[in-house]
């Protein structure tokens, strides 16, 4: 089983856990897995957080489960997702 990278900050939220999947050479998928009971589904359930690169230990937002997106600082990133947050103006100067 592959783990977490040792500089990963995050832990996970309430009822979710982390899963790493390979991705492809020196890069893997970090998944963000639902431990709740879902209606229209028995399988388990589980949203991608980002990517990250083992080679030049860089994290990525994803653009979807299947495309790396823009590589990514650590502290702009929160335990749910990887992609950055987008505050229109009038939110971003009240921050």
């Known amino acids: ?21 390979s991705f492809k050479r020196n890069m893997v998928a970090i998944w963000l897995c639902h431990h709740y009971a879902y209606i229209y589904s028995s399988d388990p359930v589980s949203t991608i957080w980002g ?5 030049a230990k860089e994290y990525y937002a994803p653009i979807n489960s299947k495309t790396v997106g823009k590589q990514v600082s ?15 103006p009038l939110l971003a100067a009240m921050l």
Not at 1 to 19: G, K, Q, R, T, V
Not at 51 to 55: A, G, L, P
Not at 78 to 83: D, R
Request: proline share 12%; glycine share 0%; hydrophobic share 25%.
């Open 1 to 21: 089983m592959i783990e977490l990278p040792p500089d990963f900050p995050h832990l996970a939220p309430e009822n979710y856990s982390y899963e790493v999947r």
């Open 51 to 55: 990517f990250y690169n083992s080679k």
């Open 74 to 88: 650590l502290k702009d990133t929160t335990a749910y997702s990887s992609m950055p947050k987008k505050h229109n």
